[in-house]
T-cell receptor, first 112, second 112 residues
Framework: DAKTTQPNSMESNEEEPVHLPCNHSTISGTDYIHWYRQLPSQGPEYVIHGLTSNVNNRMASLAIAEDRKSSTLILHRATLRDAAVYYCILRVSNSGNTPLVFGKGTRLSVIA | DGGITQSPKYLFRKEGQNVTLSCEQNLNHDAMYWYRQDPGQGLRLIYYSQIVNDFQKGDIAEGYSVSREKKESFPLTVTSAQKNPTAFYLC???????????FGSGTRLTVV
């Protein structure tokens, strides 16, 4: 399985943008980049996913490097409710339902 | 509203007893998954099912069993053979392809 590398933790001030990096140097052409977040004592929540182009939704933006070996999840204005563990995961789309493999993610702290 | 429901939220059992965790989804998703999470760790895959009446072992299947008799239901039994069953158990579902997962809110199992 292609693997991802994320910093263990990051800190942000409230109402400022947050850029969460993810390296995936062994990504293959059919791997989608998925991001999930997990609030304390809850199940993970899907945030966003993309293949090659940058993606935006109501929760966040996903910026994908041109060579696809890295990506960045962007939270445009961090709030205290965004404090969570963020997981960057590669999903192979053409192999049926190969399960997602979760690493330890990045723990984001938001300071008021 | 569509979603995925896990019950109960908290479960206490005596050592040596089997226990079954419920997972039901009304999203019409094809695939369902069970993960285990220990404190401070990422999620580890126990079992997954891509279609009714079929399932595959994940990375830590020993001591667990599942069934998939209906599309919407994927119960997990934690047997007495599981050496360290106290953990947070998460169920998820998805469509085939690159789509994201929907997670339940989890069941916290404590074995005493």
């Amino acid at each position: 399985d292609a693997k991802t590398t994320q910093p263990n933790s990051m800190e942000s001030n409230e109402e400022e943008p947050v850029h969460l990096p993810c390296n995936h140097s062994t990504i293959s052409g059919t791997d989608y980049i998925h991001w999930y977040r997990q609030l304390p004592s809850q199940g993970p929540e899907y945030v966003i996913h993309g293949l090659t182009s940058n993606v935006n939704n109501r929760m966040a933006s996903l910026a994908i490097a041109e060579d696809r070996k890295s990506s960045t999840l962007i939270l445009h204005r961090a709030t205290l409710r965004d404090a969570a563990v963020y997981y960057c995961i590669l999903r192979v789309s053409n192999s049926g339902n190969t399960p997602l493999v979760f690493g330890k993610g990045t723990r984001l702290s938001v300071i008021a | 509203d569509g979603g995925i429901t896990q019950s109960p939220k908290y479960l206490f059992r005596k050592e040596g007893q089997n226990v079954t965790l419920s997972c039901e989804q009304n999203l019409n998703h094809d695939a369902m998954y069970w993960y285990r999470q220990d404190p401070g760790q990422g999620l580890r895959l126990i079992y997954y099912s891509q279609i009714v009446n079929d399932f595959q072992k994940g990375d830590i299947a020993e001591g667990y069993s599942v069934s998939r008799e209906k599309k919407e239901s994927f119960p997990l039994t934690v047997t007495s053979a599981q050496k360290n069953p106290t953990a947070f158990y998460l169920c998820a579902s998805s469509w085939t392809g690159e789509y994201g997962y929907t997670f339940g809110s989890g069941t916290r199992l404590t074995v005493v």
